[in-house]
């Protein structure tokens, strides 16, 4: 019991411990949102289809119960216009406190929560964001709001399509065509070498 | 036994017990989500087709062209310098290096915005800067560089600016008709990927 | 750089600063604990004093606790620590060798240069003949390669080989160490007192 002759220093030592797990727990920052799928889950997820087109929508418009339509662009454009019913939650505000309980209340309920922005691709991101924080009953919908008007009105134009990834042009045929007229050479479609340098991983010695 | 040392060694298990009841640490290496709501909301992250394409014909050494479509697309038609990078295996380790330069942009592309836009979603969580999309994808690029249509009489005096530019551009990447015989010469870029430092740090006893 | 986050980075600069005051830090303590004695330090063998033992113990034990809260904490990033590459059979030889040389100088290196400091006779030789040792073994190294290479299985922890959380670890080595403290506390009763 030698030791504890030196009761002073080994109280020090103790009560600096407690203090530093003290202070510790309480400036911990609790995350706002906790990603529920890994980015690799979230890629094989992108696989199923998780859209919803304007037909569909038209006709989950009648469902209000089971259906409800999120409007992320800003307060302006959504006073603008707006889908029937459509609940304005912008963009910023998607990790709201209240926004995520009205997330996990939806859930709950089993709701579909289509999200839209004025195009695909607005909607696309927080789509995505919302879908990995494990709100899998999300879905975007295609085309955005503008489309879905024009769907609605009868307004689209001939080849009009809300499918943004579908190729609009043969670029095959226009570059060979393009290339033959000239003798441009640069849009052959290139094989780009590209150089990886390997490093070493460099082992540090320690000395006891 | 004293009790001084009872309380010492009850602190002691107490405190390591208390590490097993601590939730598993999110991971290092992926930004927090409401970082990620602020990347998603900032709009930089978009490049038009006439910004890269200038780009490109400048030669410029910091940009890194990702096609992100299938190889088949890739095989028919890519913008000169691109590489191909399947989405399905744009989280695969064997590009990691590849999409985290230092100084160098990395720009994704699709045949429209959305399949960029879910790569970009994807590698940006790894809280890497210098990450953009081509906006409006191989369908905004063919509308305005490798077909440009020409502005109306009464436009602006800068859309009569940029039609010629993109003309200059189109004849460069070989779409054009217009009958000039500038052609520009292949180019193979040799793109070197620096590999990450790790970091070893030197240990004692 | 270094696993110490909480103020963002620390330049290289700053690091051997803080290193110099650990170091000093560390020889204080090993001072103030007595390990510059060699019978101190040999009473573990003989069971009549087992300062080493604990002081060791609630060393690794503390660091334990506290690097895996400050990691919760977020103060510090131990993912960059660095993890030597474990060598199983030449650990297992050189840890005998070890062993033998301990009970017979009575030091470890780290309190033999200790023993230096307060000007010990017996650390000075001692400190003398491990450098004596090192030359040797730097001459007879070309032949001893394959043993010295023996069993590398490479970066990793003993958390990751087991598959266990390193909470789980830290909990079951704390209880260990309280046990080791309470056993050695009885045997110190049973064995005779050594006035040193």
């Not at chain 1, 859209?51 to 302006?76: C, H, L, W």
């Not at chain 1, 499918?163 to 570059?175: H, L, Q, T, V």
């Not at chain 2, 002691?12 to 999110?26: C, D, H, N, V, Y």
Request: aromatic content about 14%; some cysteine.
């Amino acid at each position: 019991m030698e030791e504890l002759k030196r009761t002073k220093r080994i109280t020090i030592g103790v009560i600096a411990f407690i203090a530093v797990l003290v202070i510790g727990f309480l400036t911990v920052k609790k995350p706002v949102a906790v990603y529920k799928l890994s980015p690799q889950q979230m890629n094989d997820d992108l696989i199923m289809v998780y859209q919803v087109t304007p037909e569909e929508a038209s006709e989950m418009m009648g469902d209000s119960v089971k259906n409800v339509f999120v409007d992320i662009r800003s307060i302006y454009d959504y006073e603008k216009d707006h889908l029937y019913g459509a609940v304005n939650i912008p963009i910023p505000n998607l990790l709201d406190k209240e926004i995520q309980e009205q997330f996990d209340q939806w859930k709950k309920d089993s709701v579909t929560v289509v999200l839209y922005g004025n195009d695909q691709l607005q909607a696309n991101s927080p789509w995505m964001l919302m879908y990995q924080l494990g709100y899998d009953n999300t879905r975007v919908l295609l085309g955005g709001i503008k489309y879905y008007d024009d769907f609605m009105n009868g307004r689209l134009a001939e080849n009009e399509t809300f499918e943004m990834e579908n190729p609009a042009y043969d670029f095959k045929k226009i570059i060979a065509e393009g290339s033959s007229d000239n003798s441009s050479v640069a849009a052959q479609a290139p094989q780009k070498e590209v150089v990886v340098r390997k490093k070493k991983k460099k082992a540090a010695e320690g000395g006891c | 036994m004293s009790k001084r040392y009872i309380f010492l060694a009850v602190l002691l298990i107490g405190s390591a017990f208390g590490l097993t009841q601590l939730p598993e640490k999110p991971n290092k290496k992926q930004i927090p989500p409401d970082e990620l709501l602020i990347k998603i909301y900032d709009q930089a992250r978009y490049l038009t087709t006439r910004e890269i394409a200038k780009r490109i014909i400048d030669r410029d050494p910091s940009i890194f062209l990702v096609d992100v479509r299938t190889p088949s697309e890739y095989e028919e038609y890519a913008i000169p310098g691109a590489f191909n990078i399947p989405l399905e295996n744009i989280l695969d380790d064997q590009w990691r290096d590849y999409l985290n330069q230092d100084g160098v942009d990395v720009i994704f592309y699709s045949n429209g915005t959305i399949y960029a836009d879910q790569a970009w979603d994807l590698i940006a969580q790894r809280g890497i800067k210098n990450l953009y999309i081509m906006k409006g994808g191989l369908n905004e690029w063919f509308a305005t560089i490798i077909k440009p249509v020409a502005p109306d009489e009464t436009a602006p005096s800068e859309a009569f600016d940029q039609y010629a530019f993109e003309k200059a551009a189109s004849i460069y990447f070989g779409g054009s008709s217009a009958g000039v015989d500038a052609a520009a010469p292949a180019e193979k870029k040799e793109v070197v990927v620096r590999k990450k430092k790790k970091k070893a740090a030197e240990g004692g006893c | 750089m270094g696993p110490l986050t909480y103020f963002g980075e620390i330049s290289t600069e700053w690091n051997y600063v803080i290193a110099l005051f650990i170091g000093m830090a560390f020889g204080y303590i090993m001072e103030a604990s007595g390990f510059s004695s060699s019978r101190k330090l040999i009473g573990v063998f003989y069971g009549y004093d087992f300062a080493v033992i604990r002081v060791f113990f609630t060393a690794t034990l503390v660091a334990i606790i506290g690097l895996l809260y400050m990691g919760y904490f977020g103060w510090i990033d131990y993912s960059v620590l660095f993890v030597h590459p474990t060598f199983v059979a030449s650990a297992a030889i050189g840890g005998v060798i070890m062993g033998l040389g301990f009970i017979m100088g009575g030091f470890c290196p780290g309190t033999s240069l200790c023993a230096v400091a307060i000007g010990k006779l017996d650390g000075w030789v001692f400190t003398i003949a491990l450098f004596v040792g090192i030359f040797l073994y730097s001459q007879v190294f070309p032949w001893i390669e394959p043993l010295y290479n023996a069993g590398d299985m490479g970066h990793i922890k003993i958390t990751e080989y087991f598959g266990i959380s390193q909470g789980w670890f830290a909990f079951g080595f704390a209880v260990v160490a309280v046990a080791v403290f309470f056993i050695t506390t009885l045997i110190r009763r049973k064995v005779k007192d050594v006035r040193y």
